[in-house]
């Protein structure tokens, strides 16, 4: 027997962003496996604590770069906790707005990349092309396409543009047409059963080991586990919506979860808009005087939200100064990133590893910082 | 679902820490002594708390300490609970969680590759993560000065006569 090493990564095309594998191979089964993160690695929470509260805005959208609208608002919630700021009502339900445009945002987007891994790229073009519709609507809103910077402390920067509500409600009807399509593709396609289905397993005692969050947990364990219904933040306890669940999980199951959540954004989103009230403030200011020199009291604070990935947080703590003391970022994927593919993307063939990465939601900004 | 108030009272009753406090809803912050953080975290999984969120450490460089936070969370009460220790700077030794949170594993070497807190019986002790061919202090310490870090690494190149501007003509 011949163990051979090879190198999946830091560039590959069926994975998001530069991550790199060392794999010890027999033939094509993987024996032995290394993460080896730190291409990305940026310093973000030494870079944090040298600058103002809100001047920070402008750099935390950039640790997770498919879904940046989660880092504005764990920000603005940990700040809103510590300095017991009551958020206007209108403010909420527009984050709202944002934090489930961009979930079905990026689960378009990681649907439609499981053909980077299997070959398919006629999903991907779709896929991406339809995203593309979505940041014409982020773009409407605050002037960027990718990195929003709108969820600010206190709020959002700005009341919604003339008539935006009703292009939403236009491109959820289109998706709500479109979206079967991409079923169709990816979900029923041979090439995707032949590939995806029984295969890439996370059984559900994997899945407290390592505390893995998200859709992996929802789809080993079949327990409603997400945050917007065990512990609602913004007025997600004023809106219905279900959380998909299935009790086994091969890649497969987990791309279908994908598909299942859009829907529910989708009705949270028609739900939003129509609760919203029409009028009203959308800011509040965290502390008197110039957004710069803004001052957060004392504390330490710990702020979650369900990403697309799973649980992601900051650990925030001030000391009562004009930037902050310590700020600790909880990636979503990093137990699956980095212990998960030490320990369980062994015994899989070679061209399964990427699939592995992909459909577990291996996300390499957030885990290096 | 237990209430909030039935679980701060359980876990004064069961981890006597030395500081308790609700930083804001559904959260709780219990502060230990270092030698009890490998009891309260085992006795915590027991009570509910099976999800290790992040494991992390604060500089306090006035006081010459290090705080060590853990993170845990219930699924079914929807708490947060921040699990909080300091130790000693100048020899920073915890035990691991591994044996309680394999998860660990990783968060602990993030924390000793950035802050230089040594955990005992981690096996991945000692080994680099995210930095590669790091020769200075850990660089998430307040002593660290990124600034003088790459003044240091990266020196500013003199500008030479033979440079010539995009204006036209050779500057001196």
């Known amino acids: 027997m011949n163990e051979v090493k090879l190198f999946l990564g830091p560039q590959h095309p069926g994975m998001h962003g530069n991550y790199s594998v060392h794999m010890y191979v027999d033939g094509d089964i993987i024996e032995k496996a290394r993460p080896t993160p730190g291409f990305l690695h940026r310093g973000f929470e030494k870079l944090m604590e040298r600058r103002h509260w809100m001047g920070n805005l402008a750099l935390i959208p950039r640790i997770c770069v498919p879904e940046p609208d989660i880092n504005e608002f764990v920000y603005a919630q940990g700040i809103e906790m510590l300095a017991n700021i009551e958020v206007p009502d209108k403010a909420h339900w527009i984050r709202m707005l944002v934090l489930e445009m961009a979930r079905v945002m990026v689960h378009l987007m990681s649907l439609g990349f499981i053909g980077g891994p299997t070959g398919m790229y006629t999903a991907t073009y779709w896929a991406i092309a339809q995203r593309d519709l979505i940041l014409d609507l982020f773009e409407e809103l605050c002037g960027a396409r990718i990195y929003h910077m709108y969820i600010v402390p206190g709020g959002v920067r700005k009341d919604l543009p003339e008539g935006f509500t009703d292009r939403v409600l236009a491109m959820m009807d289109e998706l709500e047409v479109k979206i079967p399509e991409y079923e169709e593709l990816i979900l029923k396609h041979p090439i995707i059963h032949a590939r995806a289905k029984d295969n890439i397993m996370l059984p559900a005692e994997v899945v407290w080991e390592l505390g893995v969050t998200g859709i992996g947990m929802r789809s080993a364990t079949g327990e409603e586990n997400d945050l917007r219904k065990v512990k609602p933040y913004a007025h997600y306890d004023k809106v219905e919506f279900e959380v998909p669940t299935a009790t086994y999980s091969d890649a497969l199951t987990r791309l279908n979860l994908k598909v299942r959540e859009m829907y529910q954004s989708m009705r949270i989103i028609r739900q939003v808009i129509d609760k919203m009230p029409a009028e009203g403030p959308v800011n509040v200011p965290v502390s008197p005087g110039n957004a710069l020199r803004w001052t957060v009291p004392e504390g330490m604070v710990y702020s979650a939200v369900e990403s697309s990935r799973g649980e992601y947080g900051y650990f925030i703590v001030s000391d009562g100064s004009e930037m902050p003391y310590r700020i600790a970022v909880r990636g979503a994927s990093f137990p699956q990133g980095l212990l998960g593919i030490e320990k369980y993307l062994k015994g899989h063939r070679i061209d399964d590893a990427s699939i592995w990465m992909d459909t577990m939601g291996v996300c390499s900004p957030e885990i290096d910082r | ?172």
């Not at chain 2, 990124?146 to 003509?169: L, T």
């Open chain 2, 1 to 172: 679902m237990s209430s909030m108030n039935n679980i701060i009272n359980e876990i004064k009753a069961a981890l006597a820490p030395l500081k308790m406090e609700t930083p804001a809803d559904k959260q709780i912050a219990a502060v230990v002594r270092p030698e009890a953080i490998h009891n309260s975290l085992s006795y915590l999984r027991q009570r509910g708390f099976t999800q290790l969120c992040i494991v992390t450490c604060i500089d306090w460089i006035k006081d010459s300490e290090f705080e060590l936070v853990y993170i845990l969370f219930s699924w079914t009460d929807g708490i947060h609970v921040q699990l909080r220790a300091r130790v000693d700077r100048n020899n920073p030794v915890m035990v691991t969680a591994t044996d309680i949170f394999p998860g660990a594993r990783y968060y602990e070497r993030e924390v000793t590759e950035f802050f230089g807190v040594e955990f005992t019986g981690n096996e991945d002790a000692g080994k680099p993560l995210f930095l590669e061919i790091w020769d200075d202090l850990p660089p998430l310490r307040k002593d660290f000065d990124p600034q003088a870090y790459s003044d240091s690494k990266f020196p500013m190149r003199e500008r030479g006569n033979e440079f010539v501007s995009e204006i036209g003509g050779t500057e001196k």
